[in-house]
């Protein structure tokens, strides 16, 4: 067909708190689609059909329709290119492992042209990346070209690998968002705070910040570990610490062959050789040991007969357990052992080199360890098993099977308890035992090691035998108690009537009531009403670091309609959410925002995020932020100069509460119960005009939980800043 003017790019925004589509961070694109608003999918000879061949897996979109399938009967009836994109850049994603979902399209007041398109994702990178080669892929198909879909999601599943979180801590964050728990990623890497402000915590994948210091280096001594262990009554195998070959070859002969030699300092099983017989084999092992180890000190050990297990103990629970078995190739007589590995082990989906395989690649010409191995088998990686001839590339180098459900109550006491003796909050336990349903005394099985941060993925995506692990469960369950969230009380104002002065009101009602309180506003950044240098940080950026701040206890924030748009809010969700009104419209026509219908979706965004247990604090007085109150999932309180306002009327009749002015003071009721009555005399007389920014303030410490006299004291000793 006629090539038709590309889709552009008017303007790309990452939203990165909630926002006018959604509570979850957003790619927005404004899109001219040109020339294509005249052509419809239905009127793009075979689009539906090359879209579809493309990317099959667009039959899982549901739509607007609501049913599998939905996408595809849009798109075969008749849909625009804006939408389809929508669609295409969620498939890309989702096809790189970043699993998204969350789409919307919308056309602006620029009839026919400009479209609003937003897309959830995880990472702003990848998110970008992704709507760059949707459009290039949608117009290979609109125009009938060919398109190499397997480099595009070849390039953007790299980019998920090392730009997003890695699967062991994102299972966490996963375990803690279903706790209702914020999450905030401090690095490029895998440093994530669970909660805000005082009430944080903090993850490194296995780590906390809990998690002891001494206790990393203890587990990384392993004979100190051994010591430790054997003096709480923990079996462990006899052994040495050796300095030389020579030595090595002496402590052995002294334990009793056959050994294990393994590094003095090391962790996840780099330069260990076990079931070692010869002088020869051991001198080779102790080299290994050390060079992995970087010390000439090693341990000598002896050899227990058995399958090498990995149990995960959090806290003083077991949660997991590992089993690992031995890995074989079987000679043909006309592959090498390397050759072999690949057409028998690697081919294995579960292997790869990327965070999210359980299991890793075998590489007989590079791993030392599997070097060794076969040279005491008189081979090398190039040698030519004959035909039958079984080959022994790494001893219980599966420890992928979950094994859970079978492990003895004795076994699991064992595990907690060397956890303990060492003093780690998260160890992974290796231990040796023939049968992991026995108790070790029984069967003569041992524990060998006791890790520091140990791997989750094995426990997340067992290679068989079970069913993933609730680890990033149990993680949370250990950091947060059963009922504890991990928020601060967090309050949002928006609206452009008095909003900064209501702020800072209500950041004070905090601050008197005994708590460290941080407040973000357009005048700047406050902690306990000092004002701190905000620097180049952008609105949403200053509001991030009170919540990273952990001396504050709450936290305050003016939301500007303008950050609403560009940036989204800087937090999940709130206690209180305060909207004063719908006006300022007349400076946000860039973003096609007209009147104060448009106004109320922006400002909506405050109401969306109130908690189940919060409030929203609304304007009576104001027509379009009284409907607010049926968006909030939490109560809703009215505040109003005028008792009779239609809203405080049927409010009360309902039962629930209002703030409203009387001659004789600030009246907060409940239904028909007049809780209290604050005198006009708590306002100081720099207010005097500002009533009604009172009554919201004074809506919000009631929807906090303060007391009315506490209240009307704080607003006694208000100064502006």
């Not at 090392?162 to 279903?178: F, M, R, Y």
């Not at 079931?275 to 341990?299: C, F, P, Q």
Request: with cysteine; proline share 5%.
């Amino acid at each position: 067909m006629t090539k038709k003017k590309d889709i552009e790019f008017l303007r790309v925004t990452h939203l990165r708190g909630p926002n006018i589509w959604t509570y979850r961070p957003v790619i927005e694109a404004w899109l001219d689609i040109g020339e294509l608003e005249n052509f419809p999918s239905d009127k793009i000879p075979g689009l539906y059909e090359r879209l579809t061949a493309l990317l099959p897996h667009l039959v899982e979109h549901r739509c607007g329709v609501g049913e599998r399938g939905g996408f595809n009967e849009r798109l075969r009836d008749g849909t625009y290119a804006g939408h389809i994109l929508e669609h295409v850049v969620l498939e890309l994603q989702n096809l790189a492992g970043m699993r998204t979902g969350f789409g919307k399209t919308r056309q602006t007041s620029d009839h026919g042209v400009t479209y609003k398109m937003a897309f959830r994702t995880r990472q702003e990178q990848v998110g970008r990346a992704a709507l760059a080669a949707g459009r290039e892929l949608l117009m290979a198909a609109i125009e009938d070209r060919p398109y190499d879909l397997a480099a595009t999601v070849a390039e953007l599943t790299d980019m998920v690998e090392s730009l997003c979180l890695g699967p062991s801590t994102a299972n966490i964050v996963d375990a803690a968002t279903d706790r209702k728990i914020p999450s905030i990623r401090l690095t490029d890497g895998n440093l994530v705070q669970l909660g805000h402000g005082s009430r944080q915590r903090r993850i490194w994948t296995a780590e906390t910040d809990a998690t002891s210091a001494i206790a990393e280096g203890i587990a990384s001594d392993k004979d100190l570990t051994k010591s430790l262990l054997a003096s709480a009554g923990v079996p462990v195998p006899e052994g040495e610490l050796v300095r030389s070959a020579d030595e090595a070859w002496d402590a052995a002969e002294d334990i009793g062959l056959p050994v294990v030699i393994k590094p003095y300092d090391g962790n996840h099983g780099r330069g260990v050789t076990l079931n070692l017989t010869t002088k020869a084999d051991v001198t080779a092992a102790y080299e290994l040991a050390a060079r992995k180890g970087g010390s000439k000190s090693v341990i000598v050990e002896r050899f227990i007969a058995g399958d090498e297990h990995r149990l995960l103990v959090v806290g003083k629970k077991l949660i997991a357990a590992a089993k690992g078995e031995s890995l074989w190739v079987t000679g043909d007589g006309q592959h090498t052992v390397k050759e072999l590995c690949d057409l028998h082990i690697n081919i294995d989906p579960r292997r790869g080199e990327t965070e999210g395989s359980p299991l890793g690649l075998i590489k007989p010409h590079e791993a030392a360890e599997i070097i060794l191995e076969l040279k005491r088998q008189n081979m090398t990686h190039e040698s030519v098993p004959a035909a039958g001839h079984k080959v022994l590339i790494q001893p219980n180098g599966n420890v992928a099977v979950d094994v859970t459900d079978l492990v003895h109550p004795d076994i699991a006491d064992m595990a907690t308890l060397a956890a303990r003796v060492i003093g780690l909050d998260i160890a992974g336990i290796d231990l040796v035992a023939q049968d992991i349903s026995r108790p070790l005394e029984e069967q003569g099985g041992a524990i060998i090691e006791v890790n520091a941060s140990p791997g989750l993925l094995a426990h997340l995506k067992p290679a068989e035998g079970g069913q993933p692990r609730p680890v990033g469960a149990a993680i949370v369950d250990q950091l947060f108690a059963p009922e504890d969230t991990g928020r601060i009380p967090v309050v949002g104002v928006a609206g452009e009537r008095h909003s900064v002065l209501i702020a800072n009101l209500t950041a004070w009602l905090l601050e008197v009531s005994g708590k460290s309180v941080g407040l973000s506003c357009e005048e700047g950044i406050y902690l306990n009403g000092r004002k701190v240098p905000r620097g180049p940080l952008s609105a949403w950026e200053s509001g991030q670091r009170l919540l990273l701040n952990r001396n504050v206890e709450a936290a305050v924030f003016h939301n500007g309609s303008r950050m609403i748009l560009t940036e989204g809010l800087a937090y999940d969700k709130c206690a209180v959410g305060i909207v004063t009104d719908t006006a300022g419209h007349g400076e946000l026509s860039e973003f096609y925002i007209a009147d104060e219908d448009d106004m109320y979706g922006v400002l909506r965004t405050q109401v969306d995020v109130v908690l189940p247990e919060g409030a929203a604090v609304l304007n009576a007085a104001e027509p379009q932020v009284v409907e607010m109150a049926e968006l909030c999932d939490g109560a809703v309180i009215f505040y109003g100069l005028d008792e009779q306002l239609p809203a405080i009327v049927e409010h009360r009749q309902d039962g629930e509460r209002a703030v409203f002015l009387r001659p004789s003071g600030f009246v907060l009721a409940a239904g028909a119960n007049e809780v209290a009555m604050l005198p006009l005399s708590c306002m100081p007389a720099s207010q005097k005009g500002n009533e009604e920014a009172v009554l919201a303030a004074i809506a919000a410490g009631w929807a906090l939980g303060l007391e009315p006299g506490l209240i009307a004291a704080a607003l006694r000793t208000f100064k502006a800043n």
